[in-house]
Nanobody
Framework: VQLQASGGGLVQAGGSLRLSCAAS????????MGWFRQTPGKEREFVAA????????YYADSVKGRFTISRDNAKNTVYLQMNSLQPEDTAVYYC????????????????WGQGTQVTVSS
């Protein structure tokens, strides 16, 4: 699966952004997908994930209640709706396709997209 993330930008605290991850490849509709984020000097961290059929979603505690992950298999796209953004949400956001294992671990994912920058000003 090849992935292209978009939708990042600069937003004030309390604002919203919607990230998109467009996928190509025959296996997208059967792949669980995840969003991760990374800031300079820190490890990439889990944000949210969604099962291949979309019936199950998973969130990091830090974004629960503010972010929503969804997918449209007809459009080969995964979304991350981010509301009530805070400066600590500033990071490069990556989407990836889960191969096997825990939804929360970077090691479970392959086919990482190139990332999209999200900057939240205070």
């Amino acid at each position: 699966v090849q992935l292209q993330a978009s939708g990042g930008g600069l937003v004030q605290a309390g604002g919203s952004l919607r990230l998109s991850c467009a996928a190509s490849g025959r296996t997208f509709s059967r792949s669980s997908m995840g969003w991760f984020r990374q800031t300079p000097g820190k490890e990439r961290e889990f944000v949210a994930a969604i099962s291949w059929i979309g019936g199950s979603t998973y969130y990091a505690d830090s974004v629960k209640g503010r972010f929503t992950i969804s997918r449209d298999n007809a459009k080969n796209t995964v979304y991350l709706q981010m509301n009530s953004l805070q400066p600590e949400d500033t990071a490069v956001y990556y989407c990836a396709a889960r191969v096997v294992g825990s939804y929360y671990s970077t090691g479970s994912y392959a086919d990482w997209g190139q990332g999209t920058q999200v900057t939240v000003s205070s």
